[in-house]
């Protein structure tokens, strides 16, 4: 039987310095453009409850997909992540197209010590990406209370998740890509911790997966009406045959088979299947 332990990361600065090295060398917007249905699914649900105008923050941004589409939209937006190369990156996309006088900032900020940015101050808040890699019950909670401090009463955020189970499943299909998950001890370790180091230096680590049934209530409890949790990337099952097939139907056929994916991520049923999930709340106190 597996001892089961409470995950105490070891050397939390040197690992949160080592996922800093990660997204230095990842190329998340083009991660978006290779895997355009998470975009469109957040995206559309991002509309569809977003007040009409107003000020809104993207915490943990990247290098600013999201935020430039809200400048578009005619929103005021503050960037805010955690790598400066990213923030430098947003900097020069809101430039190159024009849209900086719809930024009232860009800042190299920790999710968890918003320091620079004032109470009830946004209509909206945007965190997808920081509860990725806060690996201790204490930093998520820091980080969510940051973003209910600098929201409004009756603000809506849109928080990122990654679902544990679906991760289990990845690591089971693909083991020797997902190490140390390539054995059953560590596999069932995970699933009581949700913490994931890799074993490989370069990539993806440093992170926490919850249990889907968690994320209403941990949202709830800290001071969030809970309005929908959304599976981002319910295609992420479609192997690149699969999506090589539809598209050979015509871009059409790739239209609906979308359409569809995006009707289908509010189904509490296949939240499982989906690599990110976007929970939808309100700031209620």
């Known amino acids: 039987m597996i001892e089961l332990k409470e995950y105490e990361p070891e050397g939390r600065e040197n690992q949160m310095s080592e996922i800093i090295r990660y997204y230095n060398q990842f190329d998340e917007w083009g991660r978006l453009e290779r895997e355009p249905i998470e975009f469109q699914v957040n995206w559309h649900y991002i509309k569809k409850y977003m007040p009409q105008t107003g000020r809104v923050l993207d915490n943990g941004a990247g290098p600013g997909k999201y935020s430039v589409e809200l400048a578009k939209e005619g929103y005021n937006v503050t960037l805010a992540d955690l790598t400066p190369r990213l923030v430098e990156m947003a900097k020069e996309k809101a430039r190159d197209l024009n849209l900086q006088n719809q930024f009232d900032g860009f800042y190299t900020a920790d999710a968890r010590k918003l320091t620079m940015m004032e109470d009830d101050h946004f209509d909206a808040s945007l965190m997808l990406g920081p509860m990725y890699h806060l690996q201790k019950e204490q930093e998520r909670s820091g980080a969510i209370n940051e973003l209910k401090r600098v929201t409004k009463l009756g603000g809506l955020v849109f928080v990122a998740f990654m679902p544990r189970i679906r991760h289990i499943l990845t690591s089971l299909l693909f083991p020797e890509n997902w190490r140390p998950n390539n054995n059953m ?101």
Not at 192 to 200: E, I, K, L, M
Not at 218 to 246: A, C, H, K, Q
Not at 267 to 274: A, E, K, Q, T, V
């Open 185 to 285: 001890d560590t596999i069932l370790q995970f699933s009581q911790t949700g913490c994931f180091n890799h074993a490989d230096e370069g990539r993806f680590t440093g992170a926490y997966y919850f249990n889907i049934e968690d994320i209403a209530p941990f949202m709830e409890s800290r001071g969030f009406e809970t309005i929908n949790l959304i599976g981002s990337n319910p295609g992420s099952v479609l192997t690149n045959d699969s999506w090589d097939y539809w598209k050979g139907k015509g871009e059409e056929e790739v239209t609906r088979v979308v359409n569809f994916l995006i009707e289908r991520a509010a189904d509490p049923y296949i939240l499982g299947i989906s690599s990110h999930l976007l929970y939808i709340g309100r700031k209620t106190g």
